[in-house]
């Protein structure tokens, strides 16, 4: 670990947080710490978790200046907070923790749904530091010992709530390796339910229908372990998601899908098979485009 410094004596680092906290040390909250530490100037990097395993680990691993289990001692003397917690306990920490964060201390968080986030944000008359973050990366295990400080290199972080210390947190990001995006919180939701979600309760539906007829895991190749891989998912991350989640329309929309090429399996309909392979495949490799805008109306 460390040693610990004056945040006040220390320069700047070029995202301008001297003092970064995290709450919550697993996979995610723990790759953003040992992506920090491993900056050339990094910022001092305090957290907080109710697991003091993760805490231990990540002190001798050198990802973390200081920790501790009382969020107050962690929260004292930041300039960032990162809330690395499940969206529901995110949603109970940001009511609890409202009066300890430094006057001026910019609030963000990892949840993959903002607009609950914002709203609460809001109704803790807190929007103007809050800025929300969802880094699109991730991985099957979790807690501190699964976090790795080349995790989130290369991902897209969806940003959104330009808050007071927006530029500051973009750039944050930006210095770990990933690749900032803005949107609004709603259009991340809606995102995010038809490209996280969907996939997610598709791999859930067919584990089900490979476990109802008979088949194990070890009877799949490659291609079909790989579709089942989001079905080891934790259901205690995904269910506070789900139940915000608008991917019900989704669902229906793929099951309405595997309907239409079911029938045409049945009926042996090999032209309309071969053209759902096509521009599957077309889809696939990024040569189907969207269709361009409409032309703006007249002035």
């Not at 410094?5 to 723990?30: C, E, N, Q």
């Not at 400080?149 to 990933?178: I, K, N, Y």
Request: charged share 20%.
């Amino acid at each position: 670990m460390s040693p610990a410094t004056d945040p006040s004596t220390t320069p700047a680092p070029g995202h301008g947080f001297r003092t970064v906290a995290i709450v919550g040390l697993g996979l995610i909250g723990g790759s953003l710490a040992r992506a920090l530490a491993a900056l050339n100037r990094p910022p001092r990097v305090v957290a907080t978790s109710q697991a003091a395993s993760n805490l231990e680990q990540a002190e001798r691993a050198g990802a973390i200046d200081a920790g501790s289990t009382d969020p107050e001692a962690v929260l004292a003397g930041a300039d960032l907070v990162v809330y690395a917690t499940p969206l529901d306990v995110t949603l109970r920490l940001l009511a609890d923790h409202r009066g300890r964060w430094p006057a001026g201390a910019v609030v963000t968080d990892v949840a993959s749904l903002k607009g609950p986030v914002e709203e609460a944000m809001r109704a803790l008359g807190e929007s103007a530091r809050y800025t929300g973050s969802h880094p699109m990366a991730g991985g099957e295990g979790s807690g501190f010992g699964h976090s790795a400080a080349d995790l989130l290199a290369g991902s897209t972080v969806w940003l959104t709530g330009r808050g007071a210390g927006a530029a500051g947190v973009e750039a944050l990001w930006r210095a770990v390796g990933a690749h900032p995006r803005w949107t609004t919180a709603s259009e991340h939701d809606r995102l995010m339910s038809w490209c996280s979600h969907l996939p997610q309760l598709a791999s859930n539906a067919l584990a089900r229908v490979l476990q109802e007829s008979g088949h194990a895991p070890s009877d799949l190749g490659t291609g079909g372990t790989d579709m089942v891989r989001l079905a080891g998912s934790s259901p205690e991350m995904w269910l506070p998601l789900l139940a915000r989640s608008e991917a019900g329309a989704a669902l229906r929309d793929l099951a309405r899908a595997a309907r239409e090429l079911a029938d045409a399996l049945d009926g042996r309909d090999l032209e309309a098979i071969e053209d759902w392979m096509r521009s599957t495949r077309s889809w696939r490799a990024g040569a189907a485009e969207p269709p361009p805008p409409p032309p703006a109306p007249a002035t």
